[in-house]
């Protein structure tokens, strides 16, 4: 596929959507936005793809924010409805799907770029990374879920400092406090990374969407309710039925997704 702001190649399943802005530190606009969520639609329904690596172009940066330029003619209303229609047509879509979604995190991750890494089912980042939630510097909160995500990662009191101070938070801090899973060198991130999706494309696909929608309802009403009903699912795939089978026998599992 060709877009516009975005780079996408199939590597062994995995799709790798690299953001391609670097001369404007691949910032956020509306033009990103619209090439994200075809990105997305073409993962959700490409049978070719297990996975997807979500990264940024040159060295500097994932995401440094979103087009502030874009902001100066919205109103109340218009302001509620960028947000809106970011996190169901982006956001949401990532968060949501059944195939794993991982960022590998290259310099700046501020404000909308944060809220896209966290949006992912987890995260790397090189040692050169920083996170932060900076809009309160322009009288603003984060729109596309970065209070409700960065809470459900680090804690509701490191969440409140971030996002109330505006102070980023290096790659190794952003893994003492749990925002991503693994620090690297910026050589070693998408080598690593790939290595991570090879091992996840080698699991059971089903089992790896039952897996994302019971951990993202961890924490609700519903949240165990989910996790038994999804285990119960299991049991009517043939993947299931391979995977014990395989135990049993001593060989390695051939999934099918079925």
């Known amino acids: 596929m060709e877009f516009s702001t975005l780079l996408f190649a199939i590597e062994n399943g995995t799709a790798i959507i690299t953001i391609n802005r670097p001369d404007k530190m691949n910032a956020l606009n509306k033009d990103v936005i619209a090439d994200l969520s075809s990105a997305m639609d073409e993962v959700y329904t490409n049978a070719d793809i297990q996975s997807v690596i979500l990264t940024g172009a040159g060295p500097k940066a994932f995401v440094a924010g979103a087009d502030i330029s874009e902001f ?7 302001g509620a409805e960028l947000a809106r229609k970011g996190q169901e047509e982006v956001f949401n879509k990532i968060e949501n799907c059944p195939k794993p979604v991982v960022a590998a995190v290259n310099g700046f991750a501020l404000g909308g770029g944060c809220e896209l890494a966290m949006s992912c089912h987890f995260r790397l980042a090189s040692d050169n990374a920083k996170f ?5 510097n322009l009288g603003l909160i984060p729109g596309y879920g970065g209070t409700q995500r960065l809470t459900a990662l680090v804690g509701k009191g490191r969440a409140m400092e971030l996002c109330m101070t505006s102070q980023m938070a290096d790659a190794n801090e952003a893994l003492r406090i749990g925002l991503v899973n693994h620090v690297t060198t910026q050589e070693e991130l998408l080598p690593r990374t790939k290595e ?3 091992t996840i494309n080698s699991k059971a696909p089903l089992a790896l969407a039952k897996v994302i929608d019971c951990i993202n309802h961890a924490g609700t009403a519903d949240g165990y309710a989910t996790e038994i009903t999804r285990f119960g699912e299991c049991f009517a795939t043939d993947d299931m039925r391979e995977g014990v089978g395989a135990f049993m026998e001593k060989r390695k599992a051939v999934f099918t997704g079925k």
């Open 72 to 78: 100066l003619s919205l109103d109340a209303a218009g």
């Open 132 to 136: 932060g939630q900076p809009e309160v």
């Open 196 to 198: 991570i999706m090879n």
